[in-house]
């Protein structure tokens, strides 16, 4: 296949592509998705789509580990505040909910993933889930020393509320009858994490 015209490629940023891909994925899965459909989202044809990514693997890919650079990233800035390290965990859970309320895409693509045998599910959860989970529950072991709930499992407490947060997000137009008008992740955190007063 010959290279596109210039002007076709110029049109197609990378951007646009995960954009409508991320959506398109989060939709109908990896198997259910048309790459002139994304091509058509993003304003192109599917020739200036593959020039950018040459196979529908290789765009599935790289909205995958995107979104979780994102996502990383967000986390990284919380946890790298100077301020206490139950402001920093405030930090983190927020602004973990925060990314999910701008990319519900993520979320639903996170969920297929999930739940779906025939995806590339497995190596998701491995090379982008897991790493950052491992980020997350070192910094709470290693700056939460003293203050944590004794006994605390921090993985599984650190999944329970992304799994929470994760879900509320990808349900889309259930949000609000299910969980109510307010992600209460922060809320489940401090229960989990900390001590109550009085105890």
Do not use: N
Not at 39 to 48: D, F, M, T
Not at 120 to 135: C, F, K, N, S, Y
């Amino acid at each position: 296949m010959g290279r596109p015209p210039a002007s076709a490629v110029a049109l197609a940023t990378p951007e646009r592509l995960l954009d409508a891909a991320e959506q398109a994925f989060a939709d109908a899965g990896l198997g259910g998705t048309r790459l002139e459909d994304i091509a058509a989202v993003a304003g192109i044809r599917r020739p200036s789509l593959l020039y950018h990514y040459p196979s529908k693997d290789s765009l599935y890919a790289a909205v995958v580990h995107r979104a979780f650079a994102r996502l990383g990233a967000v986390l990284a800035d919380a946890m790298a505040r100077q301020v206490s390290f139950a402001e920093r965990l405030a930090d983190v859970c927020h602004g973990f909910m925060r990314f999910l309320g701008e990319h519900p895409a993520v979320a639903r693509l996170l969920v297929r993933e999930l739940v779906d045998a025939d995806g590339p599910g497995r190596e998701i959860l491995l090379g982008e889930v897991a790493p950052l989970l491992d980020v997350v529950e070192r910094f709470v072991a290693r700056e939460g020393r003293g203050a944590l709930r004794p006994g605390l499992p921090i993985r599984a407490a650190i999944l329970q509320v992304a799994s929470s947060s994760v879900l509320r997000a990808a349900s889309g137009g259930l949000q609000v009858p299910l969980w109510g008008p307010v992600d209460h992740a922060w809320t489940l955190a401090r229960v989990l994490f900390f001590e109550s007063e009085g105890q």
